[in-house]
């Protein structure tokens, strides 16, 4: 499916030291990227365009399935 998008790669903790550093990496290679983070907030200052950001909490199993929609890689 050439044009379509790639499913994206989940990142957790990405308002922390790792995942504050990843996601640009991510995004720099094309990676279609997606966010959970407990407060949406902490992101949005960072100029992360077309990063899709899920509000919630790895322990909270609704949360998690959102952000788990289409993603083979976490």
């Known amino acids: 499916m050439s044009g ?4 994206p790669i ?3 903790g990405a308002t922390g030291y790792i995942g ?3 996601v640009p990496r991510l995004l720099a290679e094309g990676r279609s990227v997606r966010c959970l983070v407990r407060d949406p907030r902490r992101v949005a200052g960072r100029g992360w365009q077309d990063v899709d ?3 919630g909490d790895v322990a909270d199993a ?6 788990m929609r289409s993603v083979d890689v976490a």
């Open 4 to 7: 379509a998008r790639p499913d």
């Open 10 to 12: 989940l990142v957790t």
């Open 20 to 22: 504050g550093r990843l």
């Open 53 to 55: 950001v899920i509000g």
């Open 62 to 67: 609704e949360a998690l399935a959102v952000a």
